[in-house]
């Protein structure tokens, strides 16, 4: 069966990271969009993608991460 993914925007702090969470522990492998890194990445159930939402081919990058299903050890 294949792990769902989700991908969150701001997850490195507050809101984010708790939805982060929240889909970790629901079984999702998690894609983390954000400026700056968690202090707790989970290298087994997240990625992190520095990304800034306001740079056009870094969205497109991330989207591509996303859809491609890679997920590659941090």
Same mark, same amino acid.
């Given at each position: 069966?294949?792990? &769902?993914?989700?991908?969150?925007?701001?997850?490195?702090?507050?809101?984010?990271?708790?939805?982060?969470?929240? @889909? /970790?522990?629901?079984?999702? @492998?998690?894609? =983390? *969009?954000?400026?700056?890194? &968690?202090?707790?990445?989970?290298?087994?159930?997240?990625?992190?993608?520095?990304?800034? *939402?306001?740079?056009?081919? /870094?969205? /497109?990058?991330?989207?591509?991460?996303? =859809?491609?299903?890679?997920?590659?050890? &941090?």
């Amino acid at each position: 069966m294949k792990t &769902p993914s989700a991908l969150i925007t701001g997850a490195s702090s507050g809101i984010g990271r708790e939805i982060s969470r929240a @889909f /970790q522990a629901r079984g999702y @492998f998690v894609i =983390n *969009l954000d400026r700056s890194p &968690p202090a707790d990445l989970s290298a087994d159930k997240e990625r992190r993608v520095q990304v800034d *939402l306001g740079e056009t081919s /870094q969205v /497109q990058g991330a989207l591509y991460l996303f =859809n491609s299903g890679h997920k590659p050890t &941090p």
